[in-house]
């Protein structure tokens, strides 16, 4: 079982960042994939990046690459997403996740943590 709790969200000018953090409970942490969703007002969930367990693979969205970085501090057990270059279409609420397999991070992972809304405003 693993427990997700997101942080940092907030509002923000476009143009600018802000970095979320996912905490994970569990002593297993560092044997999970992990990954990002967000989902905007009136639309589906979407993929935003994920990142392998031991942190050297990483995949994301061609709307965030370039401009997000996903990483991990497995000491720590948290995960993080450093966003930059922010527009007003990175307006969602942000989801972290988790799931044995890196794939189903991009798909359907089994751990979801509530998440955090980030607004940004043009």
């Known amino acids: 079982q693993v427990q997700l709790i997101e942080s940092g969200g907030g509002l923000v000018q476009a143009g600018g960042s802000l970095r979320l953090s996912c905490a994970a409970s569990?002593?297993?942490?560092?044997?999970?994939?992990m990954g990002w969703f967000r989902q905007a007002p009136g639309k589906e969930r979407e993929f935003v990046a994920s990142?392998?367990?031991?942190?050297?693979?990483?995949l994301y969205s061609d709307s965030v690459k370039g401009r997000f970085t996903i990483s991990r501090d497995n000491a720590k057990n948290t995960l993080y997403l450093q966003m930059n270059s922010l527009k007003p279409e990175d307006t969602a609420v942000y989801y972290c996740?988790?799931?044995?397999?890196?794939?189903?991070?991009?798909?359907?992972?089994?751990?979801w943590g509530q998440g955090t809304q980030v607004t940004v405003s043009s």
């Open positions: 996740n988790a799931d044995r397999f890196f794939e189903r991070t991009m798909t359907s992972p089994q751990y």
């Open positions: 569990g002593r297993t942490f560092s044997t999970y994939a």
């Open positions: 990142i392998y367990w031991d942190g050297v693979s990483t």
